[in-house]
């Protein structure tokens, strides 16, 4: 148990470093999934398959726009679970499908636990109160240093309690698929890219002519398609 | 300044969102003001900029040079807390709509057409990294920058023809970048993830027409779906359930 949980240690901590970037420091967006993956399944052995998954993820989370108070799923921590698993099982045929069901779902735990964590700067805020109402030097460092640190718990605990559940899982579940790559990998891709497209249509909702722009991206897309096979 | 300001979200609450954040970027400023850190003026200002204040992470640059500079330059309180409230739902919509609806997905999709035409991994991370947070740090400093030098008057600097006309010029690019980004990413997902030894030029003609076709097709018409559901459901949920169904049955039947 204990060579287990220090093999998935540097997943974590990378897990902890990039689920800080998700909104507290320095969004510089390292956090997307098609970063995260990739260093998740470099970290886990093979980067390719770390890539393939970031890409879905990617995919997938191009609808989710970090606005506001809004809640949404969490990809930082998320991702590396996924590349990290799609690298630990690649050379099984439904890898990529398990990888990418456990990432979406670790994403939306993420969200639950960010919001936690907003409501816990909330707690600590309400009780600092009076020191910011009075300007007092160091308590808005000192919220803003406390928010960080839990921030950077929160993702390494995601982190490790996602692969602690989902590796032994995806193992058993792998251990029982039946269905072939491609079939699986047929699905997958389609469902990514409805879920982008359709999110590309809503961005670009009421701008004149950019249907247009799809109509002509699609045809220089499938050219390049059909030439480039 | 500019490096707290890539903390600014750091204790985001639902009570003053992003207040304490702005606080905690001018501060280094405040401490110019008469008596220092820890005097009267300081202590005063720093209350001030630390209540509720929200809007987006990159635009809160622009209020926090114009704040900065109004304390300094002794501008009376309520004028300053007129400025920040006036602030926030501007920098917020301009905000949400250039860079989360707009650099960002376009950076994304950029990678995304890089990966979809086969470029290494490094490459394709590369790829994104650079090109957002080229759009990234430069709306950061260009908007540290605007608002010192506008004080309580940057409003003018927000009304500028890339930021005007920006958002609906990205919009367009996104809407290309998706159409002609996708098609390509699918055909990479189904070349499969190379097994050893298999060679990798020998997956790539392993994956037929018949599967190319099937994904764009279904992808087509889920799209749609999501489109005319739009607002009632959001893709990652239909994803997560599409995908629990395709586990339940590769593993049952």
């Given at each position: ?14 897990g ?23 260093l ?8 390719t ?7 879905v ?42 990888a ?64 602690l ?34 999110a ?30 | ?46 209350a001030r ?17 114009a ?11 309520e ?8 602030m ?22 950029l ?39 506008g ?5 003018s600097?927000?009304?500028?023809p ?9 919009s ?37 027409g ?9 992808a ?34």
């Amino acid at each position: 148990m204990i060579p287990e949980l220090l093999s998935l240690l540097p997943v974590a901590i990378v897990g902890a470093v990039l689920g800080l970037d998700v909104v507290s420091f320095p969004q510089a967006m390292i956090s997307r999934p098609i970063v995260a993956a990739t260093l998740g399944g470099a970290l886990a052995g093979d980067i390719t398959s770390g890539l393939v998954a970031g890409a879905v993820l990617e995919m997938i989370a191009l609808e989710m726009l970090p606005v506001g108070a809004s809640r949404y799923p969490e990809w930082g921590t998320a991702s590396v679970v996924g590349g990290a698993m799609a690298a630990e099982f690649y050379t099984l045929p439904g890898a990529a499908v398990v990888a990418i069901f456990a990432s979406i779902a670790t994403a939306w735990a993420g969200g639950w636990s960010m919001y936690g964590l907003r409501r816990l700067n909330g707690v600590w805020v309400r009780r600092e109160l009076g020191m910011l109402e009075a300007g007092r030097p160091g308590t808005v460092s000192g919220l803003q240093l406390r928010g960080l640190t839990a921030d950077l718990a929160r993702g390494f605990l995601l982190t490790l309690i996602a692969l602690l559940f989902w590796l032994p899982l995806a193992s058993w579940v792998l251990s029982h698929w039946t269905l072939g790559r491609t079939p699986s990998h047929v699905v997958l891709a389609a469902v990514a890219a409805a879920v982008a497209g359709s999110a590309a249509w809503r961005i670009s909702q009421g701008v004149s002519m950019a249907r247009w722009f799809f109509l002509g991206g699609l045809v220089a897309g499938i050219a390049i398609l059909v030439l480039r096979r | 300044m500019f490096t707290r300001l890539l903390a600014i979200q750091a204790s985001w609450n639902y009570e003053l969102m992003l207040g304490p954040g702005l606080g905690f970027c001018i501060e280094p400023a405040l401490r110019l003001l008469p008596g220092g850190r820890g005097g009267a003026a300081y202590r005063e200002a720093l209350a001030r900029q630390s209540r509720y204040f929200n809007a987006q992470p990159y635009f809160a640059s622009v209020a926090v040079g114009a704040l900065a500079r109004a304390e300094l330059d002794g501008r009376p309180p309520e004028q300053i807390e007129r400025f920040r409230t006036a602030m926030c739902g501007p920098l917020g919509s301009l905000g949400d709509r250039l860079v989360w609806a707009g650099w960002l997905p376009f950076s994304a999709l950029l990678a995304l057409l890089a990966f979809g035409l086969r470029a290494d991994a490094p490459l394709v991370v590369l790829v994104f990294l650079v090109v957002y947070n080229a759009g990234h740090l430069g709306l950061r400093v260009w908007g540290l920058k605007a608002g010192w030098r506008g004080g309580l008057r940057v409003a003018s600097s927000l009304g500028g023809p890339l930021l005007r006309h920006g958002p609906a010029v990205l919009s367009r690019a996104v809407m290309m970048l998706a159409a002609v980004a996708l098609p390509l990413a699918i055909w990479r997902v189904l070349q499969g993830l190379p097994v050893p030894p298999v060679p990798e030029s020998e997956m790539v003609r392993a994956v037929g027409g018949v599967a190319i076709a099937s994904a764009l097709l279904m992808a087509a018409i889920l799209g749609a779906v999501l489109v005319r559901l739009h607002s009632r459901v959001e893709g990652w949920r239909v994803a997560l359930v599409v995908l629990a169904v395709l586990i339940i049955y590769s593993v049952a039947r």
